[in-house]
Each structure stands twice: as structure tokens, then as C-alpha cells.
């Protein structure tokens, strides 16, 4: 059976070495599996309370939220800051917790993180895990992409990855999060 994945990306930046890993993975994704890029979480307001009661959820958190209902998985593509999660992102999922029917509630989920440094984001990776155990999502496990040194595996001028290993992994971790979809959604 076809699968659709959405892309949820952490970084806000235009050059974003994670926008470029997200902005390949459909490029690489085996047979059947079609991959769309979420909207910015950009331009969503700090988490308050008052403006959830007073003005109800900011137009791009009910849009992620619907996307994700509408998709079979959600591959959350982030940098690592300060060795953990980025505040936007941690923003955006505070937001998108507090909805009826919490969208990533039994929804399959795969995390990347690519970094400059050698380490490829691996110690975000650990804390957003954490992050996704209260919101009940299925985070799979194994295989694991860091993506160290990525400035040295894209093409700035395309923004995509190029470097060979890399799309075989990324393909191979696709491959994967599709059969790990398949197992654990009813
Ligand atoms: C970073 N960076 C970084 N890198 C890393 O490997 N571990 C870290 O803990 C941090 N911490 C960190 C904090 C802040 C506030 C910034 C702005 C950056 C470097 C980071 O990996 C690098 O800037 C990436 O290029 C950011 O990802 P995008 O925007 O290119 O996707």
C-alpha cells in the first residue's frame, strides 16, 4: 500500500542544512511513498495559554495538525541547539499537544538531525524522544540518522544532499520508517 509522510523541520533558516536533508528525502524515498513538507513553524506565537482561551490555536498549528492526521507518518527533520531541542520546534509541539484529538497521539514518527558539528545532532534526538513519549507518538527506534559534517555533503547551490553514502542511508531509513508504518499502524 502507498504511504504519505510530512516533513516537520526545525530550523526557520533559509539555507538550513535540515531543510535541505528534508527537501531531498523525496528524492530518495523508495517506491509508493510520497514525502510533503509541512508548513513553517516559523510564525507560530510562543505558547500562552490566554491566546489559546482568547484566540484559539494559530492557523499553522491547526494546519500541521490536520496534515498530520491526513498522513500514514511524520519525519520531524531539526538541527540541534544547545545539545538539545530547538525552541521553536519545542514551541510548536507544546501547541500542538494542547489539541482535542492530539494528532501525534499513535502516529508513527521517525526524527533526523543533521549538524555541522561531528556529533550530527545525536543528543537532540534523545531529548525529543523524551519530548514525544507524553504526546504518545511511536517513535521507531532503529536506524538512527545523524547527519555529521553536513555542510560537507550538500550542494549549496541545488540545497540537497549529494553525498552518495548519505542518500543510501537516508533511502535505506526510509525503507525502513515505511515497513516500521506498516507494522504499527491498524
Ligand atoms: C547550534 N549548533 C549546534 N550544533 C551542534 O552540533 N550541537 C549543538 O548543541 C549546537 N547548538 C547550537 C545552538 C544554537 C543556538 C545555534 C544557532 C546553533 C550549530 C548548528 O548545528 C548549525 O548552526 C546548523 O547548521 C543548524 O542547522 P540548520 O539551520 O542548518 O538546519
Redesign the pocket.
Known sequence: TPLKFVTLLG?L?KA????MVARTLPNVAPEGITIEALPSIGSVPLYDADIQQEEGFPADIEAIAEQIRQADGVIIVT?????SVPGGLKNAIDWISRLPNQPLAGKPVLIQT????P?G?A?CQYHLRQILVFLDAMVMNKPEFMGGVIQSKVDEQTGEVVDQGTLDFLRGQLTAFADYTRRVSK
Open positions: 530550523s533558516r538550513s542544512y535540515n531543510g538541527p540541534e541547539y544547545n545539545y543533521s549538524s555541522m558539528g556529533v545532532g543528543r
